[in-house]
């Protein structure tokens, strides 16, 4: 992705934390409007259904064995650097992140990525925006008011966020910032929301075809937008019983988002093309 990791990230953290603009905040409060969105269009809950006792039963056993077996050492070590009461916040926090981790790894990787997909193209035919959703795969015209049936299988490549090692490492270099009392977390959601946020638009950037000069060009005009959107993504995984929904309603979320950039570059699109100056072969009237 864009600029070079943590350490970008690093340098501008007063930046992004001390002056959040008002498009940051719009940013990352589409991830509650996708929310909300999925709540009250039903013909979207089919695709959780078929995902959410494996889900319900990989988020528990794995959150399950975390705290059972490394809690108390992680709060134990913590306690070097922490009041007794700070050391089990961070603790909590710190197998609550890694928690997410692991399992957002196995479900993205092994059972999630295809209905994440579903969810994102759902949401942009049923803004208007077929035509780009037909170049990856067949919309039929048959079942209208239900967006999810009308989408046919893929037919190029179609990965809703792709698997990234430099990503995972990055989560691993950056949890010992946890261990600094009561500002470690915050400061954690923010570096690897760095990271986290532009991948919940891969899909958009696919559909339209960019390459890796253009992605990162989308991504750079976005840049802390997309940090505070990934920095709430991050924290929504943070809550347990309710982890795995908001994993499928992300994508919902990106779409909304995606569907207002692509109308406003359509409108700009537009308006470029009303000021380009029409010549034509016919000579002038005029003496």
């Known amino acids: 992705m864009a600029q070079s990791g943590p350490q970008s990230a690093l340098r501008n953290i007063p930046r992004v934390v001390v002056r ?20 009250a269009h039903p013909f979207l809950y089919p695709l959780l259904r078929a995902r959410l006792l494996p889900a319900f039963l990989l988020s528990a056993f794995v959150l399950l064995n ?25 603790g909590v926090f710190l197998v609550l992140g ?3 981790a692991v399992v957002a790894i196995l479900f993205e990787s092994f059972l999630v990525d295809e209905s994440q997909v579903d969810l994102f193209d759902a949401v942009l035919i049923y803004k208007g925006y077929e035509d780009l959703v037909r170049q990856h795969r067949p919309v039929s015209e048959d079942a209208l008011n239900d967006p999810v049936r009308r989408l046919g299988k893929p037919t190029r490549s179609s990965v809703y966020a792709p698997f990234s090692f430099r990503q995972i490492a990055e989560f691993i270099l950056l949890l010992p910032i946890n261990f600094i009392p009561y500002v470690g977390v915050p400061m954690f959601l923010l570096l690897t929301g760095y990271r986290a946020g532009p991948f919940q638009h891969w899909r958009y950037f696919q559909l339209l075809g960019y390459d890796q000069k253009k992605r990162n060009a989308a991504i750079s005009r976005r840049r802390w937008q997309y940090t505070w959107y990934g920095t709430v993504y991050l924290t929504l995984q943070l ?32 308006a470029d093309q009303m000021q380009v100056p029409q010549y034509t072969d016919e000579p002038d009237a005029t003496v």
Not at 66 to 81: E, G, H, I
């Open 20 to 39: 959040p603009t008002w498009d940051n905040i719009v940013a990352a409060t589409n991830l509650i409007k996708g929310i909300v969105f999925f709540t």
């Open 239 to 270: 809550v347990p019983p309710f982890s795995m929904f908001f994993l499928m309603t992300a994508p919902v979320s990106s779409a909304l988002w995606a569907a207002d950039l692509e109308k406003g570059r359509r409108e700009q699109e537009e």
């Open 66 to 90: 975390l705290f059972f077996w490394t809690l108390p050492l992680q709060v134990l070590f913590l306690k070097a650097f922490h009041t007794q009461g700070s050391a089990w916040v961070n």
């Open 98 to 100: 890694e928690g997410a």
